[in-house]
């Protein structure tokens, strides 16, 4: 319980508004931030993009130079702590919680490798944990669903796990056993529902490392039949040594969306591929998505573009600079939002026209001092009740108004 008292008080403590403005008076050469804080006493940290639950905004912590890591459910209105949470950390040593986790109805479920904890995000306390032989640090889910990838590490099998959000006691709904050279893999699944039906979605992949060669299949699961509906052609890529080969799914209107050096439209109905458009250099990763909204997918490129297409043709509606591979779009008000750690801005756009609005500094940067490592994470939510818009440069909580 000592080494609990010394662990977290710098933290606690930390959590002053405005702590180098005691008057609450936000300056003027920080447009548009509202509020912030100081996190862990400004020893540096990584964090995801945060959740929000009702009246807290809750975010994900890692610090660089110890690994120890939490979760802080803070008030959105004052900032002040309501609870924390580190039982990973305190029982195995671990992180607990990977890029992407899933909350539905006042429980938190997260996944880190082999382990998965459902917490109750009103009081901070674990609600369950499950402790596995393997996983992939990445859960989803759908109302009250969870899903995750494992992978047998002496066999390199692979398997699709189900499990209840309300206890996490995971079963095997889909596996592949890997019956030559070519190592398999699921990526990560995401769940919906689609005319009364619900149903996953994921990319299969199978891979040789040397020489490399990769093919993935787009695959339709009805979990509420248990059984495999289709699996797609090959999915095409344009790049050199077959590289490009996508991963993560969104699902919209019919439509199962997914892209990498390309982006995909396949029809719900029988798996085949509407459209394809091929840019060159990623639009995908765990924290930066293709992300469909109001009949368009939105992608961000690591060569620093955004592009917005009609989910239907593929049409083009525009092709904007932007900050490279950014956080996940938000949406709000007719703008997409990002923040870009490649070049340290926080990006508006309109959603329509694709017209810049905003180009925003990291508030704290010092190119030349002490400060010159504070630079936006790839970590942004906007709440869509008030429009805030919620991030962090490693050393602050960080609150924004656009109004």
Same mark, same amino acid.
């Given at each position: 319980?000592?080494?609990?008292i010394?662990?977290?008080l710098?933290?606690?403590?930390s959590?002053n508004i405005f702590?180098?403005n005691?008057?609450?008076e936000?300056p #003027? ?6 509020k912030?804080?100081? %996190?862990n006493?400004?020893v ?6 945060p959740?929000i639950s ?6 994900f912590i !890692?610090?660089? #130079? ?6 802080t459910a803070y008030?959105?209105?004052s900032?002040e702590?309501v609870?924390m949470?580190?039982?990973a ?6 992180k607990?919680?990977g890029? %992407? !986790?899933?909350?539905?109805r006042? +429980?938190l479920c997260i996944?880190q490798?082999?382990?998965s904890?459902g917490?109750?995000v ?6 369950w944990?499950? $402790?596995? #032989?393997?996983?992939y640090?990445?859960?989803s889910?759908f109302?009250?669903? +969870?899903f995750?990838?494992?992978?047998n590490e002496f ?6 796990m ?5 206890d996490?006691?995971?079963e095997e709904?889909l596996?592949t056993v890997?019956?030559?050279?070519f190592?398999v893999r699921?990526?990560?699944p995401i769940a ?5 039906? $619900?149903y996953i979605?994921?990319?299969f992949?199978?891979?040789?490392i $040397? ?9 339709l ?7 495999l509906?289709?699996? !797609?052609?090959?999915i095409?890529?344009n790049?050199i040594?077959?590289l490009?080969g ?6 919209y209107?019919?439509q ?12 719900i ?5 509407e459209w ?7 639009? /995908?990763s765990t924290? $930066?998505?293709p992300?469909p909204h109001?009949g368009k997918?939105y *992608?961000?490129?690591e !060569?620093?573009f955004l592009v917005?297409?009609d ?6 509606y525009?092709?904007? *600079?932007?900050?490279? %591979?950014c956080?996940?779009?938000q949406?709000y008000?007719g703008?997409?939002?990002e923040? /870009? ?5 926080l990006?508006g756009?309109?959603a329509?026209?694709?017209e810049?609005?905003y180009?925003i500094?990291a508030?704290?940067y010092?190119?030349?001092g002490e400060?010159?490592d504070l630079?936006f994470?790839?970590?942004l939510t906007i709440?869509p #009740?008030?429009?805030?818009a919620?991030?962090?440069d490693s050393?602050?909580l960080l609150?924004?108004?656009f109004?």
């Open positions: 319980m000592k080494y609990l010394i662990l977290f710098p933290l606690i403590t959590c702590p180098d005691p008057e609450n936000m #003027e050469d920080k447009p548009f931030l509202k912030y804080i100081t %996190l006493d400004g540096r940290v990584d964090c995801e993009s959740f009702g009246e807290l905004i809750i975010y !890692s610090e660089k #130079e110890s690994n120890r890591s939490w979760i008030d959105k209105e900032l702590v609870w949470w580190n039982d950390f305190e029982n195995y040593g671990a607990g919680y890029q %992407l !986790s899933y909350l539905y006042d +429980i996944s490798g082999n382990l904890y917490i109750d009103k009081n901070g306390e674990t609600l944990h499950q $402790n596995a #032989e393997s996983g640090s990445i859960i889910g109302e009250e669903n +969870i995750k990838v494992t992978w066999s390199e099998d692979a398997s699709i189900q499990a209840s959000i309300h996490g006691k995971w709904i596996s890997k019956t030559d050279s190592s699921y990526f990560s919906f529902e689609w005319q009364g039906e $619900n979605s994921f990319v992949q199978k891979q040789i $040397n020489p490399f060669s990769s093919s993935s299949w787009l695959n699961y009805s979990t509420s039949k248990d059984e509906v289709w699996v !797609s052609d090959t095409p890529t790049s040594n077959g490009g996508p991963g993560g799914v969104t699902f209107d019919g199962l969306l997914l892209g990498n050096k390309a982006l995909y439209s396949y029809n109905e029988d798996g085949s591929l394809w458009k091929y840019y060159g250099n990623t639009f /995908s924290r $930066n998505r992300k109001n997918l *992608a961000n490129n !060569s620093h917005a297409l989910i239907h043709t593929g049409n083009e525009f092709n904007v *600079a932007s900050g490279g %591979l956080s996940q779009m949406f008000d703008k997409v939002f923040t /870009s750690w490649a070049n340290n801005k990006f756009f309109d329509n026209q694709g810049k609005l180009e500094d508030p704290f010092d190119r030349f400060n010159d630079w994470e790839n970590s709440d #009740e008030t429009g805030l919620y991030t962090s050393k602050h609150v924004y108004e109004d």
